[in-house]
């Protein structure tokens, strides 16, 4: 067989400079998609699964960037990945580090499109916070994200890339067992909707959590959801990770307009999809994320309204102040007031804590997260529109 043979898959992967066909990419390969890819070019079969265990170890244990890294493979078999894959990972446009700790990445994918990734250091934890997609259609009005248009959906290995990219950073490879781990933690709240993107985010997260890799417990990945009910059930049975919904109304008539999905799916039924939601039990609750906006949801009556909405379900309310955005329309509101409404839900039995802001300083706070390109796109656009009207 050929050393090019062609390999059938459905992932998207960085062009060739010379503006060739873009090799395969081995990272966000499936372990049954990289036995195909293997199977594919030659490998042969009694040789598959050993090839596979080797060259996964290499990848998501060591993080090595080069095939002549992967030593413990023949010259020969090096030479033959290197002809027919590559190993791509999302490429760091800027870093920035927080006066707090936290980096902000932007980083490039396939295209030339940009999306940010956010790593926040904590005393016993690192949570890497990932996109799902390039822009959101969900346009909630609070969201700086949700004003960049949607361009598309991040694929598998982009996902998967920028753990990689943040492991990267961070010196995180190849750490003997045991030791403390930088990135401990997954949340799944950057750019877009994760579950307008199942398949991708479910595979990623699969990888992620590979025992013989990254090795990520299922509890340490949050999935946030603004409320696609029809995939909440589906991503626990699938995923298994623990689930978080961006609620920040107790009425439909406000949620319409802070979350406009709800004028598809309500209140009512997203609450059922997380009671049906699989493994939930109050050592597995569900996360409420809950943004303070003053005068718009922040009422005694909203609190002591949101408290009898999930009654029966094992959550935990996280209330998040409003991280202002130049431009937005609303304010966040005083921390008395979120100390009132914390107050009511705690003394109801739910846990409430506030979240403390971090990387407002460099613009990478809860919904504050948009590719530095497409705010200056705009700038742009704006003077020219300025400009025009004088």
């Given at each position: 067989m050929p050393a090019t043979a062609p390999i059938t898959q459905d992932f998207i992967t960085i062009p060739r400079k010379d503006g060739g066909e873009a090799l395969p990419n081995l990272i966000g390969m499936t372990r049954v998609q990289l036995s195909k890819a293997l199977a594919d070019v030659g490998t042969p079969p009694k040789q598959i699964k050993m090839r596979l265990g080797?060259?996964?170890?290499?990848?998501?244990?060591?993080?090595?960037?080069?095939?002549?890294?992967m030593t413990s493979l023949s010259k020969d078999f090096r030479s033959l990945l290197a002809v027919n894959f590559q190993l791509a990972r999302p490429e760091i446009v800027t870093r920035q580090i927080s006066t707090d700790g936290t980096r902000k990445y932007l980083l490039r994918i396939a295209g030339g499109h940009e999306v940010e990734a956010v790593y926040i250091p904590e005393t016993n934890r690192g949570t890497l916070c990932i996109s799902s997609q390039i822009g959101c259609t969900l346009t909630c009005p609070f969201c700086h994200t949700g004003t960049q248009k949607l361009v598309r959906n991040l694929t598998t290995a982009e996902i998967v890339g920028q753990i990689m990219v943040a492991r990267d950073d961070l010196d995180e490879w190849g750490k003997e067992p045991g030791a403390k781990r930088l990135v401990s933690n997954i949340v799944l709240m950057g750019m877009g909707e994760p579950l307008y993107n199942t398949d991708n985010v479910r595979d990623a997260m699969l990888i992620a959590m590979d025992?013989?890799?990254?090795?990520?417990?299922?509890?340490?990945?949050?999935?946030?959801?603004?409320?696609?009910?029809?995939?909440i059930v589906r991503a626990g049975a699938e995923i298994g990770c623990m689930l978080?919904?961006?609620?920040?109304?107790?009425?439909?008539?406000?949620?319409?307009?802070?979350?406009?999905?709800?004028?598809?799916h309500k209140i009512a039924?997203?609450?059922?999809?997380?009671?049906?939601?699989?493994?939930?039990?109050?050592?597995?609750?569900?996360?409420?994320?809950y943004v303070m906006l003053k005068d718009v949801n922040d009422s005694d009556a909203d609190a002591r309204r949101l408290v009898r909405l999930i009654k029966g379900i094992p959550a935990k309310i996280n209330l998040i102040p409003f991280n202002p955005w130049p431009g937005s329309?609303?304010?966040?509101?005083?921390?008395?007031?979120?100390?009132?409404?914390?107050?009511?839900?705690?003394?109801?039995?739910?846990?409430?804590?506030?979240?403390?802001?971090?990387?407002?300083?460099?613009?990478?706070?809860?919904?504050?997260?948009?590719?530095?390109?497409?705010?200056?796109?705009?700038?742009?656009?704006?003077i020219a529109k300025e400009i025009e009207g004088e």
């Open positions: 080797q060259i996964w170890q290499w990848i998501y244990t060591k993080g090595v960037l080069d095939f002549d890294q025992d013989a890799g990254i090795s990520l417990s299922r509890r340490r990945i949050t999935l946030s959801t603004s409320g696609v009910v029809p995939e978080a919904i961006s609620f920040h109304a107790t009425t439909d008539i406000v949620r319409d307009k802070l979350v406009p999905i709800n004028r598809k039924e997203l609450l059922q999809a997380c009671r049906d939601y699989p493994r939930l039990s109050n050592s597995e609750r569900i996360t409420f994320e329309p609303y304010e966040r509101s005083s921390w008395e007031r979120i100390e009132a409404f914390a107050e009511i839900v705690n003394n109801a039995g739910y846990a409430s804590p506030v979240r403390t802001p971090r990387g407002e300083d460099i613009m990478a706070a809860c919904g504050q997260l948009k590719s530095a390109t497409e705010r200056a796109r705009k700038s742009r656009a704006t």
